[in-house]
């Protein structure tokens, strides 16, 4: 079992800047991928990005490349999601989340074996 726990949220105002964490307990954090996925209201859940293991390798989503940024320290078990230029469509509740695999990235969320809590991002115009 793996235990992810969000924090870092809140409201911004647009143009502006948050970082995310996500702290784990239990397995070895290092055995997994970590992913970031948000849901706006009314919306289903999105990928956002997603960091190896090693944190040799990242992917992102379309709509935030280049403003946000995912990292990890193994040394302290947590991921990261830094967003800059952040826009009211970035608006919704962040979840991470921790893939067990051998080879390669998801952005599939029912791929994904533990989940966060999740923290809400508000941003305004």
């Known amino acids: 079992q793996v235990q992810l726990v969000e924090s870092g949220g809140g409201l911004v105002q647009a143009g502006g800047s948050l970082r995310l964490s996500c702290a784990a307990s239990g397995r070895t954090f290092s055995w997994y991928h970590m992913g970031w996925f948000r849901r706006a209201p009314g919306k289903e859940r999105e990928f956002v990005a997603v960091?190896?293991?090693?944190?040799?390798?990242?992917y992102y989503a379309d709509s935030v490349v280049g403003r946000f940024t995912i990292s990890r320290d193994n040394d302290n078990n947590t991921a990261y999601l830094q967003m800059n230029s952040l826009k009211p469509e970035d608006t919704a509740l962040y979840y991470c989340a921790a893939d067990r695999r051998d080879y390669g990235l998801t952005t599939v969320a029912y791929e994904y074996d533990y989940w966060g809590q999740g923290t809400q991002v508000t941003v305004s115009s």
């Open positions: 960091i190896s293991w090693t944190g040799g390798s990242t």
